[in-house]
């Protein structure tokens, strides 16, 4: 723009328009044609040339309609769709300057963050399996092992088990929760306890069951403060509402002495509703009296959870640390302590009758 003002400073002067396009250093044409326009209004450039359109028309410009339209009905689509669209209506224009009107025309909304982080259950895939190995003094055994992939990898994990007492809950999981039984999966650290408990709490969710996942610790916590304060009831219902309940690390952490008081409630009301929960612990049930500072409220918790449940024991090499080799598996010859309900040693698997 200064230099179409500078021209028409020269001709005003009265030069002549040969001379004006050599003191100014244009084309004698761009004299003559700044001649015959109307003189520039202000020094803003950008505005002044967009008033006067200054340039070669673009071609693109006489599709800008039919792209706000294409766009207002498929935002998303690809650039290449519509630079085929606009060409199969008379298009013959470069690529560059469509790609430049799509990409000043397209609503720019606002993307969700998405992380790789998530639930154990929902970023992994498990099964149960068995096969028949024979030895070397042709003997054949079956081994059952449990596998487990993670979904955006490769990397495979199979563990060898006793059984498959799990997948019987996780298969049935409607029947399982509609009867009210509980799970208390015990094991050191690095066994899968949290896990396994935080992938069946997913499958429940995924079968439409409301689930809620704490830790012991939160749980104590918030009903221990509740109750100082008067509001134990009202609080409970956050933990007894939820079809299935998942409490975390019994035994990591040191509770306060109100410990059992607050946590057999909230047991005791599930029991009553008929509503499962799933403990994980790194103690045995005969430690659970110290943990919660109460040996008789411990056992009426445990006989609770257990009268309809199950204990299921985690062993193996951790799973952080397998790689070092720092630890060895059971012997299979090991005894356990299997604690059952009523009516027997041995729960029956859940069904669907």
């Excluded at 963050?113 to 068995?130: A, C, K």
Aim: with cysteine.
């Amino acid at each position: 723009m200064l230099k179409r003002h500078e021209v028409e400073i020269l001709l005003k002067a009265g030069h002549a328009k040969s001379e004006v396009a050599r003191l100014a250093g244009v084309s004698l044409c761009s004299v003559k044609r700044i001649a015959e326009e109307a003189p520039v209004a202000h020094v803003d450039d950008a505005a002044e040339r967009e008033k006067r359109r200054i340039g070669r028309p673009s071609k693109v410009e006489n599709f800008r309609k039919l792209v706000v339209k294409i766009l207002q009905e498929e935002p998303d689509l690809p650039s290449l769709e519509i630079l085929r669209r606009i060409r199969e209506a008379g298009y013959q224009g470069g690529k560059t300057a469509l790609y430049a009107l799509v990409a000043s025309l397209r609503p720019q909304g606002i993307k969700p963050l998405v992380r790789f982080e998530g639930l154990p259950g929902e970023f992994s895939q498990h099964d149960f399996g068995q096969v028949d190995i024979e030895f070397l003094d042709g003997a054949i055994r079956r081994i059952h092992f449990f596998a487990s992939r993670l979904k955006y990898s490769r990397y495979i994990r199979v563990s060898r088990v006793k059984d498959e007492t799990v997948e019987s809950l996780v298969r049935h999981l409607p029947d399982f929760v509609a009867e009210g039984r509980s799970l208390i999966l015990y094991g050191k650290t690095g066994r899968g306890k949290t896990h396994l408990a935080v992938a069946i709490g997913y499958r429940a969710i995924q079968n439409d069951f409301e689930t809620l996942f704490t830790t012991a610790a939160e749980l104590i916590e918030d009903l221990s403060n509740a109750s100082k304060k008067g509001h134990l009831q009202e609080s409970l219902a956050t933990y007894t509402h939820p079809h299935v309940l998942v409490i975390d690390e019994v035994g990591y952490l040191t509770y306060g002495p109100d410990a059992a008081y607050v946590l057999f409630h909230v047991v005791n009301d599930r029991h009553l509703r008929k509503r499962p929960m799933i403990f994980t612990t790194n103690k045995p049930m005969t430690e659970w009296g110290k943990v919660l500072h109460d040996e008789d409220m411990a056992a009426a918790i445990l006989d609770r959870v257990l009268e309809r449940g199950r204990f299921i024991h985690l062993d193996g090499p951790s799973g952080r640390t397998r790689h070092l080799n720092l630890e060895e598996t059971l012997p299979e010859n090991t005894k356990r302590l299997r604690i059952s309900g009523i009516g027997g040693s041995e729960f029956p698997e859940p069904t669907g009758s």
